[in-house]
Structure formats: structure tokens, C-alpha cells
């Protein structure tokens, strides 16, 4: 996890809540691709297949828990 960007975690906890990239695009104001690429870096830095794999790794770790702070909205 340690090696994950900010932009990278913040992909996985959305992932992780189970958003699609298109959702996921769109909730974070990215084009679909973007988050697409984001999605093979998180993988590929974390020994995954896909990102069912992601999505439980990030539950069993407790990651999926609470958001990245970039995820909270301001208050």
C-alpha cells in the first residue's frame, strides 16, 4: 500500500466500494481511461490480477474502511 499514490489509493477505496471506472470517473472528474491506467498501476504494484482481487485486499486490510483523506469532501 505503501507504494500507491494518492491518486491511486483514493481509485482503490472507490473500487473497493464497489464503483465501476465509469463511476468511479466520474465522481473524481477524470476521464474513464485515466482512472482505467490508474486502475492497471494499482494492480501491477500490488501483485493483483483484477481488481476483485484489489477490491478484498483492500477490505481484509482494512483500507475500504475509510477513505483517504483526499476522499472527504471539504468541510
Known sequence: MDSLTLREKEILYWLSQGLSNAEIASHMVLA????????SHVLKKLGLRDRTQAAVMAWRTGFAETPPADCLPDA
Open 32 to 39: 474513464e481511461k485515466t482512472v482505467k491506467n490508474h486502475v
